[in-house]
């Protein structure tokens, strides 16, 4: 096992992961009742995109790089702004100068929660949990675990607030994730029915998002959002090119902001006008 998120912070596949859990944080924080947030595979937390992996390999250049929200109608503007703020503003300078450093989940998730709102996050990979231990610092409101994201979820869902997230955002390096996805998030649901559950995953193929959803379905969870994001045509041998997201117990809120978010993003993340994307409730 070798995956570095650092090759990948800023892809297009990270803006709508992160502009959907930017949206889901907000909404929690409406509330006053505290909420906790699991991430259950929570990488470094904040990404240089100016050090060599990111710098090396662009990723980022087709995904943040291309955010403009001025460019979005007033709504998909003030829907994604949070979360562009995050990431030093809107678009990045061709050299990358202006916004070096783009923020991973445990990033977004220590700034839109608030001071009585509590943070679990789970890493394996020792340089992702050096920067990971980094990101969160001294906050007291974060704990960091060197622990197996899954064995995390069976052991820390359902948190004692009773509210809250868990991201569930594993490496797909694995042959049997889709497997370990529809057995671990069912059985964390049963334990935990009220909790909000959001599942990324690649969507080369749509069998492994329709496996978990029917997983899902079966013990029970009638509150099931599936958000997909295409940058082109899917293929199953070449570069990622399209991603899911596959949300529990959803924000009332959610499907009707990503009507309008999603398909501004897709236009502006698409390659040669190819982005789509689509809101469904199966
Ligand atoms: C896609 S990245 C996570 C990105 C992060 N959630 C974000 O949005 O910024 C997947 C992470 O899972 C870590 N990982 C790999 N195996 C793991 C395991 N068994 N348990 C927890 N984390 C693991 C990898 O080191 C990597 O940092």
């Known amino acids: 096992m070798n995956y570095r998120h650092d090759f990948h912070a800023g892809n297009f596949a990270d803006v709508f992961k992160h502009a959907v859990l930017a949206r889901i944080l907000l909404y929690l924080a409406r509330k006053p009742a505290p909420f906790r947030v699991v ?3 929570a990488g470094s937390g904040r990404y240089d995109l100016a050090s060599g992996a990111a710098e090396r390999i662009g990723e980022w250049r087709d995904g943040i790089g291309r955010v ?7 709504r998909a503007r003030a829907l994604v702004e949070p979360y562009v703020a995050l990431t030093g503003g ?4 061709p050299s990358g100068e202006a916004r070096r450093y783009y923020p991973g989940s445990p990033a977004i998730a220590l700034a839109l929660t608030r001071p009585f709102d509590r943070m679990l996050f789970c890493e394996t990979e020792p340089a992702a949990l050096a920067g ?3 990101t969160t610092g001294r906050d007291r409101r974060a704990k960091v675990m060197a622990l197996d994201g899954y064995t995390g979820l069976n052991a820390f869902v359902p948190p004692v607030e009773r509210r809250g ?20 998030i069912p059985a964390a649901f049963n334990k935990w029915r009220e909790g909000i559950y959001a599942v990324w995953m690649p969507l080369k193929e749509r069998r492994g998002p329709d496996r978990l959803v ?11 959002l599936r958000l997909e994001l295409a940058v082109d045509h899917a293929n199953l041998d070449g570069p990622l090119a399209a991603s899911a997201l596959v949300i529990v117990n959803p ?3 959610l499907a009707d902001e990503m009507a309008c978010l999603l398909p501004a993003l897709a236009r502006q993340l698409g390659s040669h006008g190819r982005g789509v994307s689509r809101v469904a409730r199966p």
């Open 39 to 41: 991430d259950t595979h």
């Open 68 to 74: 403009d929200p001025s460019a979005m109608d007033p």
């Open 90 to 93: 809107a678009g990045l300078t």
């Open 132 to 134: 990971l231990r980094e």
């Open 165 to 184: 997230l868990v991201l569930v955002d594993p490496p797909f390096e694995a042959a049997d994730e889709f497997d370990r996805l529809a057995a671990a």
């Open 214 to 224: 029917a997983a899902l379905k079966r013990a029970g969870a009638d509150e099931v």
């Open 251 to 253: 924000p009332f809120v």
